[in-house]
């Protein structure tokens, strides 16, 4: 049925397809923002300089009452714990640490046994993530929490960076807002609601970039949002092209991580600063780069621990991110393995901005995309490999065995022989001795969700658990 809606839009006119666009972005404006939308804003700035006491006593009560709701009130939890004291586990469930780690795949396979008995999913907001493998994730929120964490986006996006709700501005994602066929212009729609052009990523090509920049001068953008190997391809037509284009405020990276070499492109296209953003649909963690460059958790979506198998990796050590959600009581997730792996600061760390939100020292990535090294070592993020100054497009590294790596690349003007080989000794240096072979293509395929993998692991689970247990 989707499928059939989809094909029908996609034969609409422009004009249609524009007012189906602003239709769904009144909906979507009425759900995220409210009368209360700038108190909860400025509220959330005014908690950017708490004391790591306050910040400490804040969590802890909402904790023990999220510990007690799900224990008593949420059909998984409960089943959890009834089965635990029927095997003779005393523990205590008012303490987080006695709790286990949730993972992703028992909330996909039963989503709704995560919410409480005294919700009505039908009063509730339903959302939804595909996730880098494209499997869909059923989520549920009631609209005070939707407007919650979208007042928190309001604070430490928007305000951060100097925009507003008020100003227009540019999305570049992975929705199929124009056919894939169409070869003529317009490649987006305009969201009037939500001030927003939506721009199709699946469109960018030199051939084109003259047309995405009419359509940011002419719906008058003054920042952009959106996955930055898209914007990256969108800059690097640009630039090819030797378009002027309009100069934004800021640009917004989400999604995926920025590696040096989009950073670069899309900041001199563009005239302006890229800032990093780190979030998820899952609302139990997102951080945000401030002016300095340093990335700051945001304490209110979640108690965050970083684990390096069941124990608690070092400060400043990289394992995987768990989070126990503090602000969706109706479905809470605690303890929950997020996927990725990262690392964070000593909490008496500051930063030049004078803002006390905890910082995330580094983000390596998905736990499914680190490398593992002949010896054992888990390598993650690889984005040193590709320098600003390498003449390539975009690439992709890809874990076939423990012993071999292959490097797809998309070649820019200026690409010889020579870089390749300094892409193999920047990941030797990394790895040890693998055996790397580099691919030249004309474009690397996305994922089902538009989403831009610049690291696989084709390695199995027991493979990688095998080799690390040696």
């Not at 999913?121 to 880098?132: F, I, N």
């Not at 040193?384 to 820019?412: D, G, H, N, S, Y």
């Not at 691919?439 to 493979?463: H, M, P, Y």
Request: hydrophobic share 40%; with cysteine; glycine share 6%.
């Amino acid at each position: 049925m989707a499928d059939a809606l989809l094909r029908f839009y996609h034969q609409m006119p422009y004009a249609l397809r524009t007012a189906i666009a602003s239709a769904r972005g009144l909906q979507l404006q009425r759900t995220r923002y409210g009368v209360e939308t700038g108190r909860l804003r400025d509220e959330a700035l005014a908690r950017e300089h708490w004391t790591p006491a306050q910040w400490t006593e804040w969590q802890a009560d909402r904790v023990t009452r999220l510990l007690h709701r799900a224990a008593t009130q949420v059909p998984y939890y409960r089943d959890v714990w009834m089965q635990r004291r029927r095997a003779g586990d005393r523990a205590s469930w008012e303490l987080l640490a006695n709790w286990n780690v949730l993972e992703k795949e028992a909330v996909r396979r039963n989503p709704q046994a995560f919410l409480a008995d005294d919700v009505d999913p039908r009063r509730l907001v339903k959302d939804h993530t595909s996730g880098t493998s494209g499997t869909s994730l059923n989520l549920w929120f009631p609209r005070d929490v939707v407007r919650q964490w979208y007042a928190l986006f309001e604070a430490r996006w928007r305000h951060w960076y100097g925009v507003s709700l008020e100003d227009r501005w540019a999305i570049v994602g992975g929705q199929l807002v124009t056919p894939v066929s169409h070869t003529r212009a317009p490649y987006w729609v305009w969201n009037a609601p939500m001030r927003q052009l939506y721009m199709s990523s699946y469109h960018i090509a030199p051939s084109t970039a003259r047309d995405y920049a009419r359509a940011l001068e002419r719906h008058g953008v003054r920042y952009m949002l959106g996955y930055p190997s898209a914007m990256h391809a969108l800059a690097q037509a640009m630039l090819e092209a030797g378009i002027t284009t309009p100069r934004l405020e800021v640009v917004l990276a989400n999604a995926e991580p920025v590696l040096p070499y989009q950073r670069q492109s899309i900041e001199r296209a563009f005239g302006c600063t890229l800032r990093e953003s780190y979030g998820m649909a899952e609302t139990v963690a997102a951080a945000s780069e401030c002016k300095h460059g340093v990335m700051h958790l945001w304490p209110e979506t979640g108690v965050h621990e970083v684990l390096d198998g069941h124990a608690a990796a070092p400060v400043g050590g990289v394992g995987d991110l768990v989070a126990t959600g503090l602000l969706n009581s109706a479905m809470p997730l605690i303890r929950y393995r997020v996927g990725d792996r990262v690392s964070l600061a000593a909490p008496e760390q500051s930063c030049l901005c004078h803002r006390t939100l905890p910082v995330m020292t580094s983000i390596d990535g998905r736990a499914d995309d680190v490398l593992v090294a002949p010896d054992g070592r888990q390598v993650g993020r690889l984005d040193p490999v590709f320098k600003a100054a390498l003449p390539i497009r975009e690439a992709q590294i890809i874990q076939e065995t423990i012993e071999t790596i292959l490097v797809r690349v998309v070649p820019a003007e200026g690409y010889t022989e020579r870089d390749g080989i300094s892409i193999i000794e920047r990941i030797r240096d990394r790895m040890g001795p693998v055996t790397v072979t580099i691919e030249t293509c004309d474009a690397i395929a996305r994922g089902r969700n538009g989403k831009f993998r610049a690291v696989i692991s084709r390695l199995s689970a027991n493979t990688t658990r095998e080799r690390n247990n040696k």
